[in-house]
């Protein structure tokens, strides 16, 4: 039975949690529940840390499991990236009061509070920068205000927390990061091809729409070079007319002004459905 490592709380949790239900495994409804047998798909949930997935699966005593890529790194653990999976995007970035510094080469000899202290070490490393790395479990963005540290490191998505505490940031990234599926060291592809497949399935619904639509038969040509599709689209033609009804995957986000074009290059009865998975 194929074991997957879960967030069982954070920012990560629901996301995960909700991707998974769409993919077609049985999730769990009450947040207290540390493991989840889904018999239909020979698959056991083990709701963790979020800090802990890559422990578990670096191990090899859970196969696969969602986390952070700036966890995964922060682990050490021997687990690789396989998949991104597209949320809990974010930027792992120093802050400090402003004027205190404005590249990493500016907090040598300065004390760094971070969550992320192995990340944190290694990127000063590679920049030949000697500092005291602090070491706290959250809200590290008050440690600058209480006097534990000059500088932070920490998670950035909106900026909002590190506003409201004073700071700016500073340099550039040190690393972007989103919720990533990871392997464990002997993990086969084979394992979690089922899993990585509904996965990406997934993800690609959520990236696409279908779109249908009639178009004559003169304007046909102009119409497909506004919808080229992945391996072409599929063009049926309309009973008892010269019109073609034409049916192919369009980018979400370019639905709208592709619906436009049709519509001017003549194309009528444009209707656009949500996918629920797709499988390519
Ligand atoms: N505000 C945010 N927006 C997007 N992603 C975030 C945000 N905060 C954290 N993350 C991502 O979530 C993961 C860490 O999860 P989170 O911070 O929720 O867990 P945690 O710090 O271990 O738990 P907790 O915050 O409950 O103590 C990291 O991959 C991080 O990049
Ligand atoms: O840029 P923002 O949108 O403000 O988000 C970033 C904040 O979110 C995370 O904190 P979290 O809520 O996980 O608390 P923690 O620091 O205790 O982990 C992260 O550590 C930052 O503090
Ligand atoms: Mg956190």
Request: charged residues 25%; negative net charge; aromatic residues 6%.
């Amino acid at each position: 039975m194929l074991r997957i490592a879960v967030p069982n709380k954070g920012s990560l949790s629901e996301p995960a949690t909700q991707l998974l239900r769409e993919a077609g495994y049985k999730q769990r409804h009450d947040p207290r529940e540390l493991v989840l047998v889904d018999t239909r798909n020979d698959v056991e949930f083990f709701f963790l840390r979020p800090r802990d997935v890559a422990v578990y699966v670096g191990s090899g005593t859970v196969q696969a499991g969602i986390t952070g890529r700036d966890l995964l790194l922060d682990s050490g653990a021997p687990a690789t990236e396989h998949l991104e999976l597209g949320f809990g995007g974010s930027t792992f970035r120093y802050a400090a009061a402003p004027g205190v510094a404005s590249a990493v080469e500016d907090v040598h000899g300065k004390r760094v509070a971070t969550s992320y202290p192995r990340l944190v070490k290694h990127h000063l490393k590679s920049f030949g920068v000697e500092a005291d790395v602090v070491r706290l479990d959250g809200a590290v963005e008050s440690s600058v205000r209480l006097g534990v540290a000059d500088v932070v490191a920490d998670v950035v998505s909106t900026g909002t927390t590190l506003k409201a505490a004073g700071l700016e940031i500073f340099g550039e990234p040190i690393l972007k990061s989103e919720a990533i599926l990871i392997k464990g060291p002997d993990t086969t592809d084979d394992e979690i091809a089922v899993l990585v497949g509904r996965l990406r399935g997934v993800l690609m619904a959520r990236q696409y729409v279908l779109v249908d639509y009639d178009v004559p038969a003169d304007k046909l040509e102009e119409a497909l070079a506004v919808t080229p599709g992945f391996e072409g689209p599929t063009v049926a033609p309309l009973h008892g007319s010269s019109w073609s009804a034409v049916r192919v995957m369009v980018p979400r986000i370019e639905m709208n002004h592709i619906m436009d074009q049709l519509y001017a290059v003549g194309a009528r009865a444009i209707l656009t459905t949500e996918l629920l998975a797709v499988r390519v």
